[in-house]
């Protein structure tokens, strides 16, 4: 999935134009620290998650048109982001989350990185310098 703009998923990469080629993308999307947030949550991954919509509304949420037929993952999930933050230690985490008909938020993987950890040895981040990282979801079936 990609993320051309308005927090919109898509299947295929964007196509690349003559006119559009040679462009940056500014497609930045910016995240308040709240160091409070996530905690509502108690253990991680340790038991039941329930409706995710109360932690949707400190998070960066980008979301697909419906799917209409059932997609089955099996293994692990790979996700690849392009990132910076103003400190020199910071964490990514994403959820892939199931959206019901009604709108209760289903939790199906979860994966995180400590920015500081995306090399061998870690070394801590460059504030404001932008940062390719990729990490797995975790296992799901």
Not at 17 to 44: C, D, H, M, Q
Not at 53 to 75: H, M, N, T
Request: net charge neutral; hydrophobic share 40%.
């Amino acid at each position: 999935m990609y993320i051309p703009e308005d927090h919109k998923l898509i299947e295929q990469k964007p196509l690349m134009t003559r006119l559009n080629e040679n462009k940056v993308s500014n497609n930045v999307n910016i995240l308040e620290y709240r160091p409070w947030v996530g905690f509502e949550a108690g253990t991680w991954l340790g038991g039941l998650t329930g409706d995710q919509r109360p932690f949707d509304k400190y998070s960066l949420i980008y979301v697909s048109e419906p799917i209409k037929q059932a997609i089955e993952i099996i293994g692990v999930v790979n996700v690849s982001l392009q990132v910076s933050a103003t400190v020199r230690l910071a964490h990514w985490i994403v959820r892939l989350e199931d959206v019901d008909p009604n709108g209760q938020i289903a939790l199906t993987t979860t994966g995180a990185i400590n920015g500081a950890q995306r090399q061998t040895p870690p070394t801590y981040l460059k504030p404001n310098c932008r940062y390719m990282v990729t990490f797995p979801l975790h296992f799901t079936t």
